[in-house]
C-alpha cells in the first residue's frame, strides 16, 4: 500500500490543486501544513525549490520519494492513481489542457500583483493584465457547467483555487473582476458548489488570507 503525504501551506493555491485532485480521486492522504515565514530545515533538506506543495510517497519497503512541483504531481497522481480520469483521453485535448493548467498559472501571479498593489495605478495595470486574459478564458470554455462541458478536469482542479481567492476577496470588498464576463461567473459558482474545492483548505482559509492582505495594506482591500 502506498502512502501519501502532502506538504502543505494553509493558503497556498497550488497545494489546494492538489487536494483537489486527491478528494475526486477519493484516495486516503494525510497533509503536513507548514508555515511558508519559517521554514523547518527537514522541509528545506527535502524540497529543492523550497517551495510547497511536496507529494511524499512511501512504498512499503521502499524509502521514501518527493515529488515537487504542482502539476507534476497533478500528472503523477492522474497516471498511478485508478478510477475516473481527470485529463482527457484523447492527447491533442489532453496537450491543450495542459496548456490552461500553465495559463491558469500565470493568472495566478496577475491575480498576486493585483491583490498585492498598494497603490492605484498598480492595482489598475494588474486590473487590465487579468482583463485581458479573462477575455480568452471566456472565449476558451464549453457550455458548462466545468471546463469543457460536464466532465470535471485538472484545469477546473487548476482554476478552482484562484476563484476561491476572488471569493474571498469579494466577501468583503466589490472587485468587478468578472463583470461582463458571465460564462466565467458560472463557472466559477459551480467549482465553488464542488466538494472537493470547498474542502481543500481550511475552515478559517478565508480570514488567513484577507489577513495577509491586510498586512500588506493592499489597495484593493480599502474599498471594504
Same mark, same amino acid.
Given at each position: 500500500?502506498?502512502?501519501?503525504? #502532502?506538504?502543505?501551506?494553509?493558503?497556498?493555491? @497550488?497545494?489546494?490543486?492538489?487536494?483537489?485532485?486527491?478528494?475526486?480521486?477519493?484516495?486516503?492522504?494525510?497533509?503536513?501544513?507548514?508555515?511558508?515565514?519559517?521554514?523547518?530545515?527537514?522541509?528545506?533538506?527535502?524540497?529543492?525549490?523550497?517551495?510547497?506543495?511536496?507529494?511524499?510517497?512511501?512504498?512499503?519497503?521502499?524509502?521514501?520519494?518527493?515529488?515537487?512541483?504542482?502539476?507534476?504531481?497533478?500528472?503523477?497522481?492522474?497516471?498511478?492513481?485508478?478510477?475516473?480520469?481527470?485529463?482527457?483521453?484523447?492527447?491533442?485535448?489532453?496537450?491543450?489542457?495542459?496548456?490552461?493548467?500553465?495559463?491558469?498559472?500565470?493568472?495566478?501571479?496577475?491575480?498576486?500583483? %493585483?491583490?498585492?498593489?498598494?497603490?492605484?495605478?498598480? #492595482?489598475?495595470?494588474?486590473?487590465?493584465?487579468?482583463?485581458?486574459? %479573462?477575455?480568452?478564458?471566456?472565449?476558451?470554455?464549453?457550455?458548462?457547467?466545468?471546463?469543457?462541458?460536464?466532465?470535471?478536469?485538472?484545469?477546473?482542479?487548476? %482554476?478552482?483555487?484562484?476563484?476561491?481567492?476572488?471569493?474571498?476577496?469579494?466577501?468583503?470588498?466589490?472587485?468587478?473582476?468578472?463583470?461582463?464576463?458571465?460564462?466565467?461567473?458560472?463557472?466559477?459558482?459551480?467549482?465553488?458548489?464542488?466538494?472537493?474545492?470547498?474542502?481543500?483548505?481550511?475552515?478559517? @482559509?478565508?480570514?488567513?488570507?484577507?489577513?495577509?492582505?491586510?498586512? #500588506?495594506?493592499?489597495?484593493?482591500?480599502?474599498?471594504?
Amino acid at each position: 500500500m502506498t502512502k501519501l503525504t #502532502l506538504i502543505s501551506s494553509p493558503t497556498c493555491p @497550488y497545494v489546494q490543486r492538489a487536494v483537489i485532485a486527491l478528494k475526486e480521486k477519493r484516495v486516503e492522504f494525510d497533509v503536513i501544513y507548514i508555515d511558508l515565514a519559517a521554514k523547518p530545515d527537514w522541509f528545506l533538506d527535502i524540497s529543492p525549490l523550497g517551495k510547497v506543495p511536496l507529494l511524499r510517497v512511501e512504498g512499503k519497503g521502499e524509502p521514501p520519494a518527493i515529488i515537487f512541483e504542482s502539476a507534476v504531481i497533478l500528472e503523477y497522481l492522474e497516471e498511478t492513481i485508478p478510477g475516473d480520469k481527470l485529463h482527457p483521453a484523447d492527447p491533442l485535448h489532453r496537450a491543450q489542457h495542459r496548456a490552461w493548467i500553465e495559463f491558469c498559472s500565470t493568472m495566478l501571479g496577475d491575480l498576486h500583483r %493585483f491583490t498585492g498593489a498598494t497603490d492605484t495605478a498598480t #492595482l489598475a495595470a494588474a486590473r487590465e493584465t487579468l482583463t485581458g486574459k %479573462f477575455k480568452r478564458l471566456e472565449s476558451a470554455l464549453s457550455g458548462g457547467p466545468y471546463f469543457s462541458g460536464q466532465h470535471f478536469s485538472l484545469v477546473d482542479a487548476a %482554476f478552482g483555487p484562484f476563484f476561491r481567492q476572488i471569493d474571498a476577496l469579494e466577501s468583503v470588498a466589490s472587485t468587478g473582476l468578472l463583470d461582463g464576463f458571465p460564462a466565467l461567473e458560472h463557472w466559477r459558482r459551480a467549482l465553488a458548489g464542488r466538494d472537493s474545492i470547498k474542502t481543500a483548505v481550511p475552515s478559517d @482559509y478565508a480570514e488567513r488570507y484577507l489577513s495577509r492582505l491586510r498586512k #500588506l495594506d493592499a489597495e484593493v482591500l480599502k474599498a471594504a
